[in-house]
C-alpha cells in the first residue's frame, strides 16, 4: 500500500500514569483535525507505565508525523503504529434485548449460537449479549439482532497486543541508566 | 531564623527544614538560581508573595503592569542570557493573562516556568472565585505542566519544571499551585532532577548520518546552509562558523537565528524567508545541498512547500526528531545537540572555497542592493525610512547592541539592517508574531544583562499593546532605550491591504496619542524626531543616555517592506518591489 493512501492504524502509546496526559495526546489529533476511531487506556504490562491504544484513518506520511508529535510529550514513553494485520485485536459490543424475544423469536436462539455471542445476564425485563471480535463481526451481529429491536447497544475501543515484541522494558532500561 | 535556615540549605540539600509550601516554592527558586523573577500578584498566590517578601534580597521580584509583561520579560531575560525565565501570577485571570507569552515562548522554544496560584484544593471544580482551569488551557502550549495540591509535592515538581524547561529543546513549563498547598507545612528538601525516564531530551547523534552528511557536503558544488535558533540555544556558534569557514559555504539565517554569526561575516548572506534577503530565497532553489541547521522550515521561510528547494539534498540537524521531514523531506537528518552534531561533522569536512557559487550571491545582493536596500537606509525621497533609523541604531551602537523588536515592518526592517556583532543580540517574536512582545521583553533582556545596550524597536500599533510597562521601566529604573516607529498605520496589514486588497485600510490607520507625553508622564527622558536632520543627534543623545529614553521617530506613513514573497508563493518568485 502506498504511504499516501489512507488506512486503519493502531497507535500504541506508552506512557507514565498522568492526569493531563489524554488532553495533551487528544488535542495533537484535534489541532489537525484528525477523528479519532477510537480510544482506549489502561495499564501495561509494565507497573506504573499506562498504555492508549488509538485507532485512526491516516496514510502513513502522516501517521509518522503524529508519532513524532506524541513522542515529543514529556510523558510519552513510546509511541508505535500499526496497520490492523500486524496486530490482534478484539474489539466488544454489548447488546441490551427485551428478554421476551428470547423465548418468542427462535431466531435469536440461532443468532446467538452462531455468533458465539454470551449471555452475561438475563432478568425478567432484558437480556444482555456481549461479542467480542473484530468490528465486522459485532456489526454483523447488530445487523442480525436489530430488526428484532435493540434496547441499547455499545461497542468498545480496540485492544490490541502486536505479533512483534514492544521492548519498552528495554527502552526504560536505557533511560534509567 | 531565616539564615540559620538558609545556611541548613546551602550546607546539604538533603537535609530537611520543616516550612510552608509558599516559602517552599521561593527556595526552590533560590535552589535554582533564580534571581529575578516578574509577575504580578493576587488572591490565590499571596502566601508566594509574602515569603517573597522575606527573601527579597534574594530574589528581585519586579512587578510588571500586566501578566502578559511578566512573561514576555521573562522571556526577554531567558533569550538574552540563555536561562531559564520565570513568571508567576494568581489564578484565573492573572493565569489566563500568562497565555499568550506562554503561547509565545512555547513556537520559539524559550525555555520559561511560569506559576500560578490556584484556588484551594476543596474547591476545584466548583466555580470558585478566579478559579480557572489553567492546566487544561495552558496544556496545548506548554512543553510540561502539573497541579500540585500537597505541600510535599511542590520540590519535585518545581526542579523537573526548571529540567524540562531548560534541557534539550526548551520551552515553557506551568506549574499551578493550590492556595493550600502553599500554606501547609512540610519536611522540605531539595533535589534538583536531572533525569526524567519518559523524557529523552538530547537524542544521540548517529556517527553513520555525521559521515553521510560530510560526504554529500564534501561532493556538493553549491551547498547552502541555513541556520535556525537551534544554534543559539545550542550555544553551536563558533562550531557553525568554523564550519561555515571551513567548508566554504554561503549561510543564511531564520528571524531567530540571526546574530548568531555576525552580519559583518562575508559568507554570511542573510536573511530567509518572506522578507528576508533576495539572494538567500532566491538560491534556495539553486543549491545542490541544503543543510538545515537548528531551524524548523516555518512557512514564512519556505513559502509554497511544493516549489521548495526541490532541487536539492537535504541534509537537516536537529535536536528534535518530530521536526525532521515535518515540512521538508530530510535526505538525511542528523540528530542531537547543534554543538555535538557540528563538532562531529568539522573534521570530517575538506576545506573549500565556492567561489563562483559565493559570487552568485553576491550578485543578487548587489541588485536587492540597488533596488531596495540603497533607498531604504540612504534615502532621498522625503520621509523618514525605518531603515535610516536603524542604521543610525547601527551607527551609534557599533553594531554591539541587543535589539529587540515587536511584530511588523519595524521588526522585518529592523532584522534585515541591524548590525549584530555578538549572539543573542535579537529578541524578538517569531513563530506567534506577538504584538506588544518587545517592550516588556526589552525589560527582562535589559534586567538580564545590565552591561549590554538594549534598544526597543516597536511600531505605534505594538508598543499601544503593552505601552503600560513604562512604569516598569520607570519602577525598575531599567536603562531601556525605547524607540517607536510611528506610522500612524498598523503598516504590515496596511501592506497586505495595498498590495492584496485594493488599498482598502480596513481598521489599519491609528490615531494616536501624544506618545511623548505619555513617556514623559513616566518620567522618561523622552524626544520626538519628525526631520532627517534632527536623527543623527536624536539617536546619539539616545545611546548616551546612561537611563532610560524614549525616541518617537514619525517615518513616512506607507512605506512598505520589500523584498517579498508573497503568501503561498515560491520563494524563487520573491519579489523586490
Same mark, same amino acid.
Given at each position: 500500500?502506498?504511504?499516501?493512501?489512507?488506512?486503519?492504524?493502531?497507535?500504541? &502509546?506508552?506512557?507514565?500514569?498522568?492526569?493531563?496526559?489524554?488532553?495533551?495526546?487528544?488535542?495533537?489529533?484535534?489541532?489537525?483535525?484528525?477523528?479519532?476511531?477510537?480510544?482506549?487506556?489502561? @495499564?501495561?504490562?509494565?507497573?506504573? *507505565?499506562?498504555?492508549?491504544?488509538?485507532?485512526?484513518?491516516?496514510?502513513?506520511?502522516?501517521?509518522?508525523?503524529?508519532?513524532?508529535?506524541?513522542?515529543?510529550?514529556?510523558?510519552?514513553? =513510546?509511541?508505535?503504529?500499526?496497520?490492523?494485520?500486524?496486530?490482534?485485536?478484539?474489539?466488544?459490543?454489548?447488546?441490551?434485548?427485551?428478554?421476551?424475544?428470547?423465548?418468542?423469536?427462535? !431466531?435469536?436462539?440461532?443468532?446467538?449460537?452462531?455468533?458465539?455471542?454470551?449471555?452475561?445476564?438475563?432478568?425478567?425485563?432484558?437480556?444482555?449479549?456481549?461479542?467480542?471480535? #473484530?468490528?465486522?463481526?459485532?456489526?454483523?451481529?447488530?445487523?442480525?439482532? /436489530?430488526?428484532?429491536?435493540?434496547?441499547?447497544?455499545?461497542?468498545?475501543?480496540?485492544?490490541?497486543?502486536?505479533?512483534?515484541?514492544?521492548?519498552?522494558?528495554?527502552? $526504560?532500561?536505557?533511560?534509567?541508566? | 531564623?531565616?539564615? =540559620?535556615?538558609?545556611?541548613?540549605?546551602?550546607?546539604?540539600?538533603?537535609?530537611?527544614?520543616?516550612?510552608?509550601?509558599?516559602?517552599?516554592?521561593?527556595?526552590?527558586?533560590?535552589?535554582?538560581? *533564580?534571581?529575578?523573577?516578574?509577575?504580578?500578584?493576587?488572591?490565590?498566590?499571596? @502566601?508566594?508573595?509574602?515569603?517573597?517578601? =522575606?527573601?527579597?534580597?534574594?530574589?528581585?521580584?519586579?512587578?510588571?503592569?500586566?501578566?502578559?509583561?511578566?512573561?514576555?520579560?521573562?522571556?526577554?531575560?531567558?533569550?538574552?542570557?540563555?536561562k531559564v525565565g520565570v513568571a508567576i501570577a494568581t489564578s484565573g485571570p492573572g493565569a489566563t493573562?500568562?497565555?499568550?507569552?506562554?503561547?509565545?515562548?512555547?513556537?520559539?522554544?524559550?525555555?520559561?516556568?511560569?506559576?500560578?496560584?490556584?484556588?484551594?484544593?476543596?474547591?476545584?471544580?466548583?466555580?470558585?472565585?478566579?478559579?480557572?482551569?489553567?492546566?487544561?488551557?495552558?496544556?496545548?502550549?506548554?512543553?510540561?505542566?502539573?497541579?500540585?495540591?500537597?505541600?510535599?509535592?511542590?520540590?519535585? /515538581?518545581?526542579?523537573?519544571?526548571?529540567?524540562? /524547561?531548560?534541557?534539550?529543546?526548551?520551552? @515553557?513549563?506551568?506549574?499551578?499551585?493550590?492556595?493550600?498547598? !502553599?500554606?501547609?507545612? %512540610?519536611?522540605?528538601?531539595?533535589? #534538583?532532577?536531572?533525569?526524567?525516564?519518559?523524557?529523552?531530551?538530547?537524542?544521540?547523534?548517529?556517527?553513520?548520518?555525521?559521515?553521510?552528511?560530510?560526504?554529500?557536503?564534501?561532493?556538493? #558544488?553549491?551547498?547552502?546552509?541555513?541556520?535556525?535558533?537551534?544554534?543559539? $540555544?545550542?550555544?553551536?556558534?563558533?562550531?557553525?562558523?568554523?564550519?561555515?569557514?571551513?567548508?566554504?559555504?554561503?549561510?543564511?539565517?531564520?528571524?531567530?537565528?540571526?546574530?548568531?554569526?555576525?552580519?559583518?561575516?562575508?559568507?554570511?548572506?542573510?536573511?530567509?524567508?518572506?522578507?528576508?534577503?533576495? /539572494?538567500?530565497?532566491?538560491?534556495?532553489?539553486?543549491?545542490?545541498?541544503?543543510?538545515?541547521?537548528? +531551524?524548523?522550515?516555518?512557512?514564512? &521561510?519556505?513559502?509554497d512547500l511544493n516549489k521548495y528547494a526541490k532541487q536539492a539534498k537535504v541534509i537537516h540537524f536537529?535536536?528534535?526528531?518530530?521536526?525532521?521531514?515535518?515540512?521538508?523531506?530530510?535526505?538525511?537528518?542528523?540528530?542531537?545537540?547543534?554543538?555535538?552534531?557540528?563538532?562531529?561533522?568539522?573534521?570530517?569536512?575538506?576545506?573549500?572555497?565556492?567561489?563562483?557559487?559565493?559570487?552568485?550571491?553576491?550578485?543578487?545582493?548587489?541588485?536587492?542592493?540597488?533596488?531596495?536596500?540603497?533607498?531604504?537606509?540612504?534615502?532621498?525621497?522625503?520621509?523618514?525610512?525605518?531603515?535610516?533609523?536603524?542604521?543610525?541604531?547601527?551607527? !551609534?551602537?557599533?553594531?554591539?547592541?541587543?535589539?529587540?523588536?515587536?511584530?511588523?515592518?519595524?521588526?522585518?526592517?529592523?532584522?534585515?539592517?541591524?548590525?549584530?556583532?555578538?549572539?543573542?543580540?535579537?529578541?524578538?517574536?517569531?513563530?506567534?508574531?506577538?504584538?506588544?512582545?518587545?517592550?516588556?521583553?526589552?525589560?527582562?533582556?535589559?534586567?538580564?544583562?545590565?552591561?549590554?545596550?538594549?534598544?526597543?524597536?516597536?511600531?505605534?500599533?505594538?508598543?499601544? +499593546?503593552?505601552?503600560?510597562?513604562?512604569?516598569?521601566?520607570?519602577?525598575?529604573?531599567?536603562?531601556?532605550?525605547?524607540? &517607536?516607529?510611528?506610522?500612524?498605520? $498598523?503598516?504590515?496589514?496596511?501592506?497586505?491591504?495595498?498590495?492584496?486588497?485594493?488599498?482598502?485600510?480596513?481598521?489599519?490607520?491609528?490615531?494616536?496619542?501624544? %506618545?511623548?507625553?505619555?513617556?514623559?508622564?513616566?518620567?522618561?527622558?523622552?524626544?520626538?524626531?519628525?526631520?532627517?536632520?534632527?536623527?543623527?543627534?536624536?539617536?546619539?543623545? +539616545?545611546?548616551?543616555?546612561?537611563?532610560?529614553?524614549?525616541?518617537? &521617530?514619525?517615518?513616512? #506613513?506607507?512605506?512598505?517592506?520589500?523584498?517579498?514573497?508573497?503568501?503561498?508563493?515560491?520563494?524563487?518568485?520573491?519579489?523586490?518591489?
Open positions: 500500500m502506498s504511504t499516501e493512501e489512507k488506512q486503519l492504524y493502531a497507535i500504541s &502509546v506508552y506512557t507514565e500514569n498522568n492526569i493531563g496526559l489524554l488532553n495533551r495526546i487528544s488535542a495533537i489529533f484535534q489541532r489537525r483535525h484528525i477523528n479519532i476511531e477510537s480510544l482506549n487506556t489502561s @495499564p501495561s504490562e509494565i507497573d506504573g *507505565v499506562s498504555k492508549f491504544t488509538i485507532v485512526v484513518n491516516m496514510n502513513e506520511v502522516g501517521i509518522q508525523k503524529i508519532i513524532g508529535q506524541i513522542e515529543k510529550q514529556v510523558e510519552v514513553i =513510546k509511541a508505535y503504529y500499526h496497520t490492523l494485520d500486524e496486530i490482534i485485536y478484539q474489539i466488544a459490543g454489548l447488546f441490551k434485548i427485551k428478554s421476551e424475544l428470547l423465548f418468542e423469536e427462535r !431466531q435469536i436462539q440461532n443468532i446467538i449460537k452462531e455468533s458465539n455471542a454470551r449471555i452475561v445476564t438475563v432478568n425478567k425485563e432484558f437480556f444482555v449479549l456481549e461479542k467480542s471480535g #473484530k468490528k465486522e463481526e459485532i456489526v454483523n451481529l447488530y445487523n442480525k439482532l /436489530a430488526p428484532f429491536g435493540i434496547m441499547q447497544y455499545t461497542r468498545s475501543g480496540l485492544i490490541a497486543v502486536t505479533k512483534e515484541e514492544m521492548k519498552i522494558s528495554t527502552l $526504560l532500561k536505557t533511560y534509567n541508566n | 531564623m531565616e539564615t =540559620k535556615t538558609i545556611k541548613s540549605i546551602q550546607n546539604t540539600t538533603k537535609s530537611t527544614i520543616r516550612i510552608s509550601g509558599s516559602e517552599a516554592i521561593v527556595r526552590c527558586l533560590i535552589e535554582e538560581e *533564580v534571581k529575578i523573577i516578574y509577575g504580578y500578584p493576587g488572591g490565590a498566590i499571596m @502566601p508566594v508573595y509574602d515569603e517573597l517578601y =522575606k527573601f527579597q534580597d534574594k530574589i528581585h521580584h519586579v512587578l510588571t503592569r500586566h501578566e502578559q509583561g511578566a512573561t514576555h520579560s521573562a522571556q526577554g531575560f531567558a533569550r538574552i542570557s540563555g493573562n500568562l497565555i499568550t507569552g506562554i503561547a509565545d515562548a512555547q513556537i520559539d522554544s524559550t525555555p520559561m516556568v511560569c506559576i500560578t496560584g490556584q484556588v484551594p484544593s476543596h474547591l476545584l471544580g466548583s466555580d470558585a472565585f478566579q478559579e480557572t482551569d489553567i492546566v487544561g488551557i495552558s496544556t496545548p502550549v506548554t512543553k510540561w505542566n502539573c497541579q500540585v495540591t500537597k505541600a510535599a509535592d511542590i520540590p519535585a /515538581a518545581l526542579a523537573k519544571a526548571f529540567y524540562i /524547561a531548560k534541557s534539550g529543546r526548551p520551552g @515553557p513549563v506551568l506549574v499551578d499551585i493550590t492556595k493550600d498547598a !502553599q500554606f501547609e507545612e %512540610f519536611d522540605f528538601s531539595y533535589e #534538583k532532577c536531572t533525569k526524567v525516564r519518559s523524557y529523552n531530551p538530547v537524542p544521540k547523534t548517529d556517527v553513520s548520518s555525521v559521515e553521510a552528511a560530510a560526504k554529500v557536503i564534501n561532493n556538493a #558544488k553549491k551547498p547552502f546552509i541555513i541556520w535556525g535558533q537551534g544554534v543559539v $540555544l545550542g550555544e553551536a556558534e563558533k562550531e557553525l562558523i568554523a564550519l561555515v569557514e571551513k567548508a566554504g559555504i554561503p549561510a543564511a539565517w531564520t528571524i531567530l537565528g540571526a546574530s548568531a554569526i555576525p552580519t559583518s561575516h562575508p559568507l554570511n548572506v542573510g536573511m530567509l524567508g518572506m522578507h528576508g534577503n533576495y /539572494a538567500p530565497n532566491k538560491l534556495t532553489n539553486e543549491c545542490d545541498v541544503l543543510i538545515a541547521i537548528g +531551524m524548523r522550515f516555518d512557512d514564512r &521561510v519556505t513559502g536537529e535536536i528534535d526528531p518530530a521536526e525532521i521531514s515535518k515540512n521538508v523531506k530530510a535526505d538525511i537528518a542528523v540528530l542531537g545537540d547543534a554543538k555535538a552534531s557540528l563538532t562531529a561533522i568539522l573534521p570530517l569536512i575538506k576545506e573549500n572555497s565556492h567561489t563562483e557559487w559565493h559570487q552568485e550571491f553576491k550578485d543578487l545582493y548587489d541588485i536587492e542592493y540597488n533596488k531596495v536596500i540603497k533607498n531604504d537606509i540612504h534615502p532621498t525621497k522625503e520621509g523618514l525610512t525605518m531603515g535610516e533609523v536603524i542604521n543610525e541604531i547601527n551607527i !551609534q551602537s557599533k553594531g554591539e547592541a541587543a535589539i529587540v523588536t515587536d511584530v511588523g515592518q519595524h521588526q522585518m526592517i529592523a532584522c534585515r539592517y541591524a548590525d549584530f556583532n555578538k549572539t543573542k543580540s535579537n529578541i524578538t517574536s517569531g513563530g506567534l508574531g506577538t504584538m506588544g512582545f518587545g517592550l516588556p521583553a526589552a525589560i527582562g533582556a535589559k534586567m538580564a544583562a545590565p552591561e549590554r545596550e538594549v534598544v526597543s524597536i516597536s511600531g505605534d500599533g505594538g508598543y499601544q +499593546m503593552t505601552i503600560q510597562e513604562l512604569g516598569t521601566i520607570f519602577q525598575q529604573k531599567a536603562a531601556v532605550k525605547v524607540v &517607536v516607529l510611528n506610522n500612524e498605520f $498598523l503598516g504590515m496589514v496596511r501592506q497586505w491591504q495595498q498590495l492584496f486588497f485594493d488599498k482598502r485600510y480596513a481598521s489599519t490607520e491609528m490615531t494616536n496619542p501624544n %506618545f511623548v507625553a505619555i513617556a514623559e508622564a513616566y518620567y522618561l527622558k523622552a524626544r520626538k524626531v519628525v526631520k532627517r536632520a534632527d536623527l543623527k543627534e536624536a539617536v546619539k543623545e +539616545m545611546m548616551e543616555s546612561k537611563e532610560a529614553y524614549f525616541l518617537e &521617530v514619525c517615518v513616512e #506613513k506607507e512605506g512598505n517592506v520589500f523584498p517579498m514573497v508573497p503568501s503561498g508563493a515560491s520563494v524563487a518568485d520573491i519579489r523586490l518591489e
